[in-house]
């Protein structure tokens, strides 16, 4: 049974930190594609990051990419975000995605496998 599993996410004030993590069970992270999506209230999911089997990476903007880091440990079978310097609008629900395709996806309809989300909120 395929299975992914986020962690981390909780109420942080502006200009913390966090780090989550992605779980996978059923899946072998070495040959799958993971990426990061958000969802904000009353907002569509959106791409943040992703990270390819190889390890190549790609980031959804600058804006993104000058706070939050994608990586992987094929070893623990779990990728994570680390988001710095978080901002109120950050606050979303957070979703790690899978896929075994080689090209490195941005949208959700390229990922078959879903975690279930994991909250973040960030007062000002």
């Known amino acids: 049974q395929v299975q992914l599993v986020e962690s981390g996410g909780g109420l942080v004030q502006a200009g913390d930190s966090l780090t989550l993590s992605c779980a996978l069970f059923?899946?072998?992270?070495?040959?799958?594609?993971v990426g990061w999506f958000r969802q904000g209230p009353g907002k569509e999911r959106e791409f943040l990051a992703a990270i390819g089997s190889v390890g190549s990476t790609i980031y959804s903007g600058d804006s993104v990419m000058d706070r939050f880091t994608i990586s992987r440990d094929n070893a623990k079978n779990t990728a994570y975000l680390q988001m710095n310097n978080l901002k109120p609008e950050d606050t979303a629900v957070y979703y790690c995605?899978?896929?075994?395709?080689?090209?490195?996806?941005?949208?959700?309809?390229?990922?078959?496998?879903w975690g279930q989300g994991t909250q973040v909120t960030v007062s000002s």
């Open positions: 059923g899946l072998t992270l070495s040959s799958h594609t």
């Open positions: 995605a899978a896929s075994f395709r080689t090209v490195v996806g941005t949208t959700t309809s390229q990922y078959p496998y």
